[in-house]
């Protein structure tokens, strides 16, 4: 069998991070969570302040900022996660707050951090044994990963997969106000100029609304396996 390389790409809150995540461990594979950049860039500015909740994003400041921004991965063995680290700093927990939920649609689509950031990602997807997600990844980042997979799910059920993330890390919020954020950064994520998400013509569909993580991750497995024997 040949390793190969692996693109998810989907909305947000559908389950891809950990879909991922357990791919790559179950294949032995690197994996590349490249939302996790965009979070560590806003989070980066708004801990400067450079930018605010509520306020719109000036780009040029952002820009300013992006030679002093490093972003790293390092595997935990204590929690068995890829965390990210910001400047040195893990911030795996502090990336996945509200205020950095409202603020990284707009970031994320300024050219110059995409260009930044997408070139970061083809060195990290360069070689085969590794599995990427995000928005752009089949489309832009690594057209050429011999797999890619769209994933989906109905907008309730990524409401109530997005509460039990955010109770478990000590996150309180509302209901509406969640399912509010998700439903406005699909539509800030698909209608952006530069990289829009957008399923690629040869991406296979995975639909989850009602498959428990298992039956996911075996469905996954088999599409890989059988890449990795073609
Ligand atoms: O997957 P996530 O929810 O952690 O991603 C956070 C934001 O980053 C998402 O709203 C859009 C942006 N993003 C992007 O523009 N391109 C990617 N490849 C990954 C994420």
New binding site residues.
Partial sequence: MKDIIIAI?GY??CG??TITRDLANALGYVYV???????AVTLYCLEKGIIQEGRAVDAGKVIRELLNIHIDFKHSIETGKTETYLNGKNVENDIRSMAVNEL??PV??IHEV?KV?VYL?RKMGANPGVVM?????GTT?LPHADLKIFMTADIKVRTQRRMLELKERGIKAKEQEVERNLLK?DQ??MNREE?P?KQAPDAVVLDNTNLTHEEQLAKVLRWAKEKMIG
């Fill in positions: 790409d947000s809150s891809k991070s969570d490249t939302g996790a950049m965009y979070r990284v649609s994320s689509a995409r950031m990602q997600d995000g928005r752009d990844i980042v950064r800030e994520d990289s998400l």
